[in-house]
């Protein structure tokens, strides 16, 4: 059974703070890895990762893979209060279906 | 462009009553999925559709059914509603990707649904 687990469950930080945030996998027949920040309502796309050791970034937010080790993190600079969110990690399965981790809820404090 | 729109937005049932969730989308996308998100679980897919005229069942599907009306409908039916499936469902939709992980799912804004 595929299975995603993202590390911690939840976070509280100050602004300017940097976090990082875990997500480990086992699935079957790896094809990517995905990021999402969900806010009040639906989840919205970070990233994309298909290979190891290649960064993604968007501004402060980067996040990288590692297939050898079956993790990924999601690094967070300069943290704002517009942070505040959920963030879900997912890992794409043969016929593209998507398995969720249970997310880490990230609080940043003004 | 309204991307997908899920409707009703709240909806309250009693024990046993049946209703159905709409979902559309309008991005030309082939694949549409519904999923519930519990506290703690973070999203768990229910159904699939691969594409027009085919559905799969997810990781939990027992107590729903699905019907793929064309390629930019997706419609989630309980007919017998449960306690249990007090949730938020999302529906969400995504293009065929080609290679490996070339595509995203795009979420509808959600219908929190609560049964008595």
């Known amino acids: 059974e595929d299975k995603v687990v993202q590390s911690p469950l939840s976070l509280v930080v100050h602004e300017g703070d940097t976090v990082t945030l875990n997500c480990s996998y086992e699935?079957?027949?790896?094809?990517?890895l995905l990021w999402y920040k969900q806010e009040k309502k639906a989840p919205t796309f970070l990233f994309m990762l298909?290979?190891?050791?290649i960064e993604k970034k968007s501004g402060r937010l980067s996040s990288i893979l590692d297939k050898k080790e079956l993790f990924s993190i999601l690094n967070i600079t300069a943290t704002q209060t517009g942070d505040s969110a959920i963030y879900l990690c997912?890992?794409?399965?043969?016929?593209?279906?998507?398995?969720f981790g249970s997310g880490t809820q990230l609080t940043v404090l003004p | 462009n309204a991307g997908v729109t899920q409707t009703p937005k709240f909806q309250v049932l009693k024990t046993g009553q049946s209703m159905t969730l709409q979902c559309a989308q309008d991005?030309?996308?082939?694949?549409m999925y519904w999923y519930r998100q519990d506290p703690g679980m973070g999203l768990r897919l229910i159904y699939y559709?691969?594409?027009?005229?085919?559905?799969d069942k997810g990781e939990v599907p027992n107590g729903y059914n699905v019907s793929r009306l064309n390629k930019r409908e997706f419609s989630l039916r309980l007919e017998s509603a449960a306690p249990s499936q007090t949730s938020v469902y999302f529906c969400?939709?995504?293009?065929?990707?080609?290679?490996?992980?070339?595509?995203?799912?795009?979420f509808g804004p959600g219908t929190r649904l609560t049964v008595t």
């Open positions: 969400a939709s995504s293009e065929k990707g080609q290679g490996a992980g070339t595509y995203e799912q795009y």
């Open positions: 699935v079957t027949n790896f094809r990517s």
């Open positions: 298909t290979s190891s050791g």
């Open positions: 997912a890992v794409e399965a043969p016929a593209r279906q998507l398995t």
């Open positions: 991005m030309n996308h082939n694949s």
């Open positions: 559709s691969a594409s027009e005229g085919t559905t």
